[in-house]
């Protein structure tokens, strides 16, 4: 029985050999591996799957594997996350992975399927179906819900590939469309191989339109290389503990130990760079409330007499909560980012983190059904904030606009659309990546982050609890990285353009979608007006 089922999965195996590829090189060319088969890492599964006689069936079976194998490459932390921020065991997290690997990227198959459908219906040739299934998968992609919203585009940040400052002209998912045409070029050349010269005609154009956005991307970051004002922020990153974390948000202990790290910490920072004008603390690094009507309990007034002494302002992740919130509403707390003055007085409204975790901040369909929340009484469940907020901080007499972003809100780019629209100066990323493990996701969650600013053309400041704090300058430039899992205290250096102009994506979002319609559109008239000339 056991022989009957080992042939058969290697039957299938090698049936289904070039999806399979297609996975492993696509997981192999995302962060934080360097980008290796960026330009033909789907190719295998679109020859496969346009190849004549292909069923539906396989075709997203096909489809399938791929996102299957890719997902368990990139990532298989979500186990390791499930185990920490979930408290699910492991046996239950390696399940949890699977199914995250089933389902997530369903976008990558519903694109062949939908691809080869178009092949049968309308007998399409294979040139014109793989670029009509690269188009559908640039569009699907976009619009298909998924927990980490990731893309093919960060992968030239990652990789120093100077086509990343194209990103400020059609964002970072049009990068993506960019890669996934270039992969379509090179299965046409693939099929094209028998003949030499078109072949190589098409692999020259190719290796051009490559090298011509290279310049491109190179010449159009140069005016963003001029700066008017600068200022001076310590970021301070405690390695606090998952299990202090989780009995400190939980008011259980560990809070006063966890305000103590912070201060030395940053009291050692100031001795080092006195220069400095800021302090920025992680999120919920503060582990109890700090609005105004709050600051008489214990913790407040011990932030406040080690805050004092350094005489500079503190831009902290903490609790936040209503005044007279009325204690039975299962919503009652915030998740926030406060500015304070060294009194701990606000210096403007603190902002309330709106994108929350699903089933770590806030429980899905709890609103509608609150007897949920009872029958999963340990899944937090915070309020939710107003959207993209501003925090203004008078440095010299001159206002700097803060936009802040806590944790994941950094990955979303209408999010950071909204806050240069608002006419945030300077980014601000405050998270807690403890709950991930090393080394992908801090990788590839530090890169989608600092994506935002070369969308934006804004500086951005990221400060972690464990690593990876950094920060980026609006032409790209990425300061010095904090180490992982380890206590950290660095002083960066900020310059900013003031009233810097909003780029194309800020004003536009991501508009190429239509022209990708409008190609796709065009590709497939185009494919059945030239089956109908071929008929006898």
């Not at 499930?82 to 690997?101: D, K, Q, T, V």
């Not at 709950?435 to 600013?453: I, K, N, S, V």
């Not at 994506?505 to 239509?514: P, Q, S």
Request: proline share 6%.
């Amino acid at each position: 029985m056991m022989k009957r089922w080992i042939q058969f999965f290697k039957q299938k195996a090698y049936i289904f050999r070039w999806p399979l590829l297609s996975g492993v090189l696509v997981g192999t060319s995302y962060i934080p591996f360097p980008p290796w088969a960026l330009i033909f890492c789907y190719t295998p599964l679109w020859l496969f799957a346009t190849e004549e006689r292909r069923s539906l069936k396989d075709s997203f079976t096909a489809g399938w594997l791929t996102q299957f194998t890719l997902s368990l490459i990139g990532f298989h932390w979500i186990a390791y996350t499930a185990h920490e921020f979930g408290r699910i065991p492991w046996a239950l997290s390696i399940i949890a992975l699977l199914l995250f690997c089933a389902l997530m990227h369903l976008y990558v198959p519903a694109a062949v399927l939908a691809g080869t459908w178009l092949q049968q219906r309308f007998s399409l040739s294979r040139t014109t179906t793989i670029f009509s299934i690269a188009l559908l998968h640039s569009l699907f992609e976009r619009v298909w819900p998924v927990i980490f919203d990731w893309n093919l585009g960060y992968t030239f940040f990652w990789a120093k590939i100077p086509i990343y400052n194209l990103a400020d002209i059609v964002g970072f998912l049009g990068l993506s469309s960019i890669v996934l045409l270039f992969n379509a070029w090179i299965a046409v050349i693939w099929i094209e191989q028998t003949f030499v010269r078109k072949a190589l005609t098409h692999l020259g154009c190719l290796v051009l339109l490559f090298a011509a956005l290279l310049g491109a991307g190179q010449w159009h970051a140069m005016p963003w290389n001029e700066f008017n004002k600068d200022f001076r922020a310590i970021v301070v990153q405690a390695n606090i503990g998952n299990l202090e974390k989780i009995y400190a948000e939980q008011g259980k202990g560990f809070e006063e130990s966890i305000v103590n790290k912070f201060l030395n910490l940053t009291s050692q920072a100031s001795q080092k760079f006195p220069q400095a004008d800021v302090f920025i603390w992680p999120e919920t690094a503060f582990p109890s409330y700090l609005d105004q009507h709050l600051l008489d309990r214990k913790y407040a007034q011990l932030l406040i007499q080690g805050l004092g002494p350094l005489g500079k302002p503190l831009l902290t992740g903490a609790y936040s909560k209503d005044p007279k919130t009325d204690e039975n509403k299962d919503v009652s707390s915030y998740n926030g980012l406060f500015l304070i003055d060294p009194q701990g007085n606000s210096l403007d409204k603190p902002y309330r983190k709106t994108e929350l975790l699903a089933f770590g901040e806030y429980l899905p369909f709890s609103e509608r059904f609150p007897f949920l929340l009872k029958l999963l009484p340990f899944i937090s469940n915070f309020g939710r904030g107003p959207g993209p907020s501003i925090l203004n901080w008078n440095l010299n007499g001159e206002t700097v606009k803060w936009g802040g972003q806590v944790c994941y809100e950094g990955l979303y780019p209408e999010f950071t659309r909204g806050l240069a629209q608002k006419g945030a100066d300077v980014l601000v990323n405050v998270t807690n990546d403890s709950w991930f493990g090393r080394p992908f996701e801090p990788q590839q969650h530090l890169y989608m982050t600092l994506a935002r600013a070369i969308e934006a053309r804004r500086p951005l400041i990221r400060s972690t609890n464990t690593g990876i704090s950094t920060a980026v300058l609006a032409n790209g430039d990425v300061l010095q990285k904090s180490p992982l899992h380890e206590e950290w205290t660095g002083e960066f250096v900020i310059k900013y353009l003031k009233d810097a102009p909003s780029t194309i994506y800020v004003r536009w979002g991501h508009y190429d979608w239509l022209v990708l319609l409008a190609a796709l559109f065009i590709l497939i008239t185009t494919g059945v007006l030239n089956a109908k000339s071929r008929r006898p």
